[in-house]
């Protein structure tokens, strides 16, 4: 009897939490926020522009936890590579949420010159320099305050 009535309480506090996330956002418990796939393939700036208008920011990563939720995130969707919301101005990287770039998961040889955004990669976990022209596919956070 405890543990059903456990599992109904859990059950109305991720219903609940689910309520906080704007349209087309979904809960996830992991990330333990709101997360918006985009799966069309887009530019950075078209990426960065459809997440601004759903309220939110491309996604910024603090730690490896965070990273491989987003990893999960995108296998659920069949993402594969998608942008994160990081950019390149000379030598340093900047959250454009505003947060700190406390946390990097480069592949090898990384960062390049490739470009000045930042691509993740489903299978390695890793981050990638992407040319901002680069279509991919990104995922949407809420805009920290």
């Not at 009897?1 to 506090?13: P, Q």
């Not at 759903?54 to 990563?61: I, T």
């Not at 730690?63 to 994160?84: C, H, K, P, W």
Request: with cysteine; net charge negative.
């Amino acid at each position: 009897m405890r543990s059903a009535v456990l599992i109904f309480f859990c059950s109305l506090l991720v219903s609940a939490l689910a309520d906080q996330c704007a349209d087309g956002y979904h809960w996830n418990g992991k990330l333990n926020t709101c997360v918006m796939p985009v799966q069309n393939y887009n530019t950075y700036q078209q990426s960065s522009d459809i997440c601004t208008k759903a309220q939110g920011a491309l996604f910024s990563v603090h730690d490896q936890n965070s990273n491989d939720a987003l990893v999960g995130e995108a296998r659920m969707y069949f993402i594969y590579t998608y942008y994160l919301g990081a950019t390149r101005s000379g030598d340093s990287w900047k959250w454009i949420d505003g947060s700190a770039m406390d946390y990097t998961n480069w592949a090898p040889g990384q960062p390049s010159n490739a470009g000045n955004c930042l691509t993740a990669d489903v299978f390695s976990h890793q981050w990638s320099v992407a040319d901002c022209a680069t279509e991919a596919q990104a995922f949407c956070g809420p805009m920290k305050k």
